[in-house]
């Protein structure tokens, strides 16, 4: 297995430990494809030390859903300079009706500034438009609380959802690209969490929204496809398959920036495909 690969292992899924919450609908499409395909193909992406799930929250609410005692699962160390923790700017289709900044008592400025305070925290949201930005302040003398910043941000999201508005999810960088170039009418911008606070989040029990980190990381494994009979027994027993699983094919390098399943994937990914009777590789299907 190459040194790039994070350890592979199946854990009770009780021990690991979401740190957002889920969307429905995406749920309800996931736990169809795992009932339909019968396997998980991609392991859930977790923090050796605090078992903190890092991508996969909805494939871990999924497995929860459908009973099962554990879960596939990479093994990485958060401490690693190596991982980021970034953040996912709502795309919104048409510009916010003018008397919500007034009502929300907004104060106007420019783009660069409205992204200049956010990054460095001292405003708790950004909304950028084509024409003008608007920034949130927080109460003065007030340090952010990035947990109620998010909430705020989701409180947002579904008030134009349920006006007819579509909101769509980008990177900062791509977000800000689509609003240059008219793709987007107006980007909600958040503050980036810190692995610190995701950690702490945990600790006091509480989710964050749904997409709220997008954590960048050097390299992911996937196309393991588990069964899922084998997550509904013990871990131990699950584990012990997987690394027989392992030792019978291995991991081929995609680049960095490979579109999967209508995703694109900033780190460099490694497929795992079995090794045929004849020496060659068999064909895996990988989902994102």
Not at 63 to 90: D, F, M
Not at 182 to 189: L, P
Request: glycine share 6%; proline share 6%; aromatic share 10%.
């Amino acid at each position: 297995m190459s040194q790039q690969i994070p350890r592979l292992v199946i854990l009770p899924i009780d021990d690991i430990r979401p740190h957002e919450e889920y969307d429905r609908w995406i749920l309800l499409r996931i736990v169809g494809s795992l009932k339909l395909e019968g396997a998980v193909h991609d392991p859930i992406l977790v923090d050796e030390s605090s078992l903190t799930i890092l991508d996969g929250t909805h494939r871990y609410w999924a497995l929860k859903k459908l009973g099962c005692n554990s879960v596939p699962a990479a093994l990485y160390n958060y401490n690693s300079q190596s991982i980021k923790v970034g953040c996912w700017y709502r795309c919104l289709n048409k510009p916010p009706p003018t008397d919500l900044f007034r009502l929300l008592k907004l104060r106007p400025t420019n783009r660069d500034e409205a992204l200049r305070l956010l990054n460095g925290r001292y405003v708790c949201l950004s909304i950028l438009t084509r024409d003008e930005s608007y920034v949130f302040d927080w109460e003065p003398e007030m340090e952010i609380d990035v947990y109620d910043a998010y909430q705020f941000m989701a409180f947002l999201e579904g008030g134009f959802k349920s006006r007819g508005y579509g909101v769509t999810y980008a990177t900062e960088m791509d977000a800000v690209e689509m609003l240059s170039s008219g793709e987007a009418a107006a980007v909600i911008a958040p503050p980036s969490i810190t692995k610190e606070e995701v950690i702490l989040t945990i600790r006091h029990n509480k989710l964050f929204p749904k997409k709220s980190t997008r954590h960048v990381l050097p390299y992911r494994p996937m196309g393991i496809n588990v069964p899922l009979s084998w997550l509904q027994g013990s871990a131990e027993e699950a584990s012990k398959k997987l690394q027989q699983l392992l030792s019978k094919g291995t991991f081929q390098r995609m680049r960095s920036g490979i579109v999967i399943g209508g995703r694109r994937y900033e780190e460099e990914v490694y497929i795992f495909e079995l090794r045929t009777s004849g020496g060659g590789l068999s064909d895996t299907n990988s989902q994102a």
